[in-house]
Structures are given as structure tokens and as C-alpha cells.
């Protein structure tokens, strides 16, 4: 039994969620998104609820009901509040801008590394070393942070690299003199 595919999404006030057979659409202040919908599963509107239910109780089946339900309620929280991601930039030297639609970074290499927003991804630096990413779609969001960081990861001795804000660096001990 799914507990989260049971749970009701609130629609709230400025979104409008428009549910077709294989899609289901939102729009709200920040934007618009959409997701394809598995035939397995149902979503209807009833007044200003959203409602998922499943067509039977294969596992598979179990396991859509609530991948649905959350994926849609990613979308109406990125219509509404949006997502973010933070990134700290640790290393003498190591440092980033923003021109454009270009992020700009400085990270040890001989060269400074161009990287591309995609469409729907706004980045944000602050004081050279913590950059934000912005935008409506979780899983784009997540996956253009961890672009960003596997340009360079954190080394463990030093901490230098990209890691997430809330991240925590296992640090290990240097060599020792005999």
C-alpha cells in the first residue's frame, strides 16, 4: 500500500494543473511544466485537489503510484516556489562569474571553464566562491549542480573543489615524517 500516492496535492491558489491522458500540464507565477503520465496510472482534478490512483496491485504498478504523485507535486512546487541548489567553491584562486548564460569558472586549470546554463537553469554568484542554481524543474536543477561539481570534485586532504553547501567533506591526515 502506497502512503504517499494516497495523499492529496492542495492545488493552490495561481496554478492550474491540466491533467490529458498521457500528460499532465502546470502552470503557475514561475512558469510552466509538464510530465508525461504511465498508462497504469490515473490523476484527476477534483476541485482543487489532485488525485492519483493506480489501475492494479502489481508492484511495479505500486511503485508508479507514488513516483507520480511526487513528481507532480515537484511540478506545482517548482511553478510556485521553485528549487535551488548552493555550491561553495574551496582553493586558492578558485573563483566564478556569470556572463550571461555562460558560468565562468577558475578552478586550477591552465584554462577558466565555460559552462552553459540550459534552458530553464538561472545561476547566481555571490562573493566569487558560491554560486546558485535556480529553477523550476527538480531533477534539472539537481543535474546541472552536479555538472558544475564534477568539474572539480572535493579532494579530501585539502577540501579544495566544488561541493554542495550542505555537503561534508570526509577529511583524511597527510603523510607523516619518520
Given at each position: ?39 497504469e496510472v490515473k490523476v484527476a482534478v477534483e476541485g482543487s485537489e489532485v488525485v492519483v ?7 511495479f504498478v505500486r511503485s508508479l503510484h507514488g513516483l507520480t504523485r511526487n513528481e507532480i ?106
Open positions: 500500500m502506497s502512503r504517499v500516492g494516497l495523499k492529496k496535492i492542495v492545488i493552490p491558489n495561481g496554478v492550474n494543473v491540466k491533467v490529458n491522458p498521457d500528460a499532465v500540464h502546470v502552470k503557475g507565477p514561475k512558469g510552466e511544466s509538464q510530465r508525461p503520465l504511465r498508462p490512483s493506480r489501475s492494479s496491485d502489481d508492484r507535486q515537484n511540478m506545482i512546487q517548482g511553478v510556485t516556489q521553485g528549487f535551488e541548489k548552493i555550491l561553495e567553491i574551496n582553493g586558492v584562486g578558485y573563483r566564478a562569474t556569470v556572463q550571461g548564460r555562460v558560468l565562468v569558472l577558475n578552478l586550477g586549470y591552465s584554462h577558466p571553464i565555460n559552462f552553459e546554463l540550459p534552458k530553464g537553469i538561472d545561476a547566481s554568484v555571490e562573493k566569487q566562491t558560491t554560486v546558485t542554481i535556480k529553477g523550476i524543474d527538480r531533477y534539472l536543477v539537481g543535474q546541472v549542480a552536479a555538472n558544475i561539481r564534477a568539474l572539480r570534485e572535493p579532494e579530501p586532504y585539502k577540501g579544495k573543489g566544488i561541493k554542495y553547501r550542505d555537503e561534508r567533506i570526509i577529511r583524511k591526515e597527510g603523510k607523516t615524517g619518520k
